[in-house]
């Protein structure tokens, strides 16, 4: 069975500054997908950021960027120039490369972002 | 557009009663999806829907879930009787494909359940 593992319960950084989430898997599978979730607070889970396996290259959308190592099962979350919106629960999930998988979850790191 | 919405927002009732989530998909998404997160824990997947059929219902946790999805567009997720182990935040998503990793999904905002 797969597992997502976030080690950082809770996180915080000063707007503007550099802070990185991380997040560690288990999967015995070679082609699968990874995600990264945000919850702002009372609001909807909104996709940030997806990684596919099988591409070498990191992903990077905006201020948002991955350091994705396939070999240490290793998925971290770099936001740079944090922005007081930014405050969320992040969540790690895992999907494996088949139609209509259901995502596996890990348990949340709440970012907070201080002026 | 409409984002994926669920009624009601919060609900509380008591154990051995039964309670009624709804999830309203985006428009046109065939997949449609049921998490939930206990008592502060991991996010963990319950179902999927591809239109009204059960693709994979492997996280169900028991018999006292019921969902359904009649005629493709909103679906339903009872549970009778709730237990005091049910409460937590009940999740939807929807996406159109249902391809994994090409596809989004797209989540609700939740409906948090509380079993007194």
């Known amino acids: 069975a797969q597992t997502v593992t976030q080690s950082q319960p809770e996180m915080s950084v000063q707007e503007a500054e550099t802070v990185t989430l991380s997040c560690t898997y288990d999967t015995s599978e070679n082609n699968y997908y990874l995600f990264w979730y945000k919850q702002p607070p009372s609001r909807q889970m909104i996709l940030v950021i997806r990684q596919e396996a099988y591409k070498q290259q990191n992903a990077t959308e905006n201020r948002f960027s991955v350091n994705f190592q396939k070999a240490a099962k290793s998925f971290s979350l770099k936001i740079s120039d944090s922005q007081l919106g930014d405050t969320a629960m992040y969540f790690c999930a895992f999907t494996l490369d088949n139609y209509g998988q259901n995502f596996v979850f890990g348990p949340g790191t709440r970012l907070s972002v201080l002026p | 557009e409409a984002g994926v919405t669920q009624f009601p927002s919060h609900s509380v009732i008591e154990k051995g009663q039964t309670v009624t989530l709804r999830c309203d998909p985006i428009?046109?998404?065939?997949?449609l999806y049921w998490y939930r997160r206990v008592m502060g824990k991991e996010i963990k997947f319950l179902l999927h829907?591809?239109?009204?059929?059960?693709?994979?219902e492997s996280g169900m946790p028991n018999n006292r879930f019921l969902a359904e999805r009649t005629g493709g567009t909103y679906s339903t997720l009872k549970v009778q009787p709730a237990e005091l182990e049910d409460s937590g935040v009940y999740f939807c998503?929807?996406?159109?494909?249902?391809?994994?990793?090409?596809?989004?999904?797209?989540f609700g905002p939740g409906t948090r359940l509380t079993v007194l």
């Open positions: 998503a929807s996406s159109q494909d249902g391809l994994a990793g090409e596809d989004t999904q797209y």
């Open positions: 829907f591809v239109k009204e059929s059960k693709q994979d």
């Open positions: 428009s046109g998404h065939d997949n």
